[in-house]
């Protein structure tokens, strides 16, 4: 008779555990200190790219409307806040060819963070001068072209998403989502180009 004691219909579907593992890494990136420790800066890195794949790829998510999805904007813009304060440690800039000066420095890092320098090491031995500023360029290139790859995929469902018309609300999201990646992509670009990497295509 009454039916206020049934539950509503729900999806039948097992959730996936995007949902927690994406929140697990938001509170562990909103719990980042001011001051980060450039080891941990690569770390967080290399975790979105993991996740933010698992993210990307689950069916589930690309059904769902509370998806994971929509936090991965955040997350990558966080990790290149991050990334750009790393930039800033090592004074991987581009000189401004007006002023000769670095076209970012420490005070104007926009996110705030600060990174701090980690010791560098090769198998036993710890690295100095040029050596480290090859080492540190090699694994900034490589966590900012994860970040490319995971933003070029995650840019690709938006699109296959963005096709269904069907959910009014939803497509909005998903092109908040498209047009935030949109920027992300933007700053990306010219972290990568500053630090030479010229085989990526981007403008
Ligand atoms: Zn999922």
């Known amino acids: ?31 980042t200190q001011t001051v980060v420790e450039f080891g ?35 997350l990558a813009e966080q990790c290149l806040s991050l990334l750009e304060a790393a930039c800033s440690t090592y004074e991987i ?13 420490l005070e104007q890092s926009l996110s705030g963070f600060i990174c701090l320098k980690s010791k560098i090491t090769l198998g036993q031995i710890e690295l100095d001068g040029e050596e480290v500023e090859i080492l540190v360029r090699m694994l900034l290139n490589r966590n900012l072209l994860m970040l490319a790859e995971l933003l070029e995929s995650f840019k690709g469902i938006l699109g296959t998403l963005l096709k269904d018309n069907s959910d009014a ?10 047009s935030s ?18 085989s990526m295509g981007y403008p």
């Open 1 to 31: 008779m009454s039916s206020f004691l049934s539950p509503r219909a729900c999806s039948q579907e097992a959730p996936c555990k995007c949902s927690f593992d994406a929140l697990q890494f938001m509170t562990e990136l909103r719990n």
């Open 40 to 74: 941990t800066i690569l770390d967080l890195g290399y975790r979105l790219y993991e996740q933010g794949q698992n993210i990307v790829n689950c069916k589930y998510c690309q059904r769902s409307r509370q998806s994971s999805l929509i936090t991965l904007p955040v």
């Open 93 to 105: 800039s581009r000189k401004d060819p007006l002023f000769d000066l670095p076209a970012i420095s």
């Open 169 to 178: 609300e939803r497509a909005a999201t998903l092109r908040a989502c498209d």
């Open 181 to 198: 990646v949109d920027s992300t992509i933007h700053r990306l670009a010219g972290l990568i180009e500053q630090l030479g990497v010229e």
